[in-house]
């Protein structure tokens, strides 16, 4: 067990009345051990950061978390560990020059990420999912499944419109031609609404995607299909 000293706790032990560390969460004293590991030297790139951010203040989106990144500098970047010893981890990814130890599986994904664009991600019921439920700014929600999402906004609503409209007896020329000349008054109050909300929601969503918040353009997006 690892222990962060944000979330331990000082008490006495009661069978050897000596004072420790106990996990905050689960309640359990912490064994102490020491072994080497690589490291980020984020300590290194906190000035250099600092002075980019402070340079840049666009650069941190969304920006209602620029003063939060800023504090965070101005206290000081502990270096991350990116290993393990071999010996206690066997899930990981080989150090490419060291038979020792096993570097963190997320360090990898993130360098692919970086160099190489053909590098295999999420299925695209994965991706939609993690869009319209994910966000840079809060926590997604993990209460609606991946497959619920993904039927509902996939197959029953982007799916079914495709389906109408590439049917054989569909004329889509013929219908973009009748919704211009068409006199709104004429329509129901119900078709109306549907007829502002189609007018409004590119607006809508182009004005969030500027901000690069992504899930709410997609929900509007996916309230009008």
């Not at 000082?10 to 905050?24: A, F, H, T």
């Not at 007896?169 to 013929?174: G, I, S, T, Y």
């Not at 973009?176 to 109306?192: G, M, N």
């Not at 609404?193 to 997006?221: C, R, S, V």
Request: charged content about 25%; hydrophobic content about 35%.
């Amino acid at each position: 067990m690892v222990l962060h000293p944000s979330g331990t706790a000082s008490v006495v032990d009661p069978e050897s009345s000596w004072k420790q560390q106990i996990s905050v969460e689960i309640q359990k004293f912490g064994e102490w051990t020491e072994e080497t590991n690589y490291h980020l030297r984020l300590s290194a790139l906190a000035p250099r950061l600092f002075e980019f951010y402070r340079a840049d203040r666009d650069w941190i989106v969304p920006r209602a978390l620029y003063k939060e990144v800023i504090a965070v500098l101005e206290n000081g970047l502990e270096d991350l560990s990116i290993s393990r010893p071999r010996s206690c981890s066997h899930w990981g990814i080989p150090a490419p020059t060291d038979p020792a130890p096993m570097t963190y599986v997320w360090l990898d994904t993130k360098t692919n990420y970086l160099i190489n664009p053909t590098y295999p991600t999420c299925s695209d019921g994965m991706r939609f999912y993690l869009l319209q439920e994910g966000g840079i700014t809060d926590d997604g929600d993990k209460v609606r499944t991946i497959a619920d999402r993904h039927k509902k906004g996939c197959v029953v609503g982007l799916g079914n419109l495709a389906g109408r409209i590439r049917r054989q007896k569909f004329d889509l020329e013929k219908a973009v031609k009748r919704s211009v000349e068409i006199d709104l008054s004429e329509l129901p109050p119900e078709d109306q609404g549907h007829h502002d909300l189609l007018q409004k929601t590119p607006l809508l969503a182009a004005g969030k995607m500027e901000g690069l918040h992504l899930n709410p353009p997609l929900k509007d997006i996916m309230n009008a299909v």
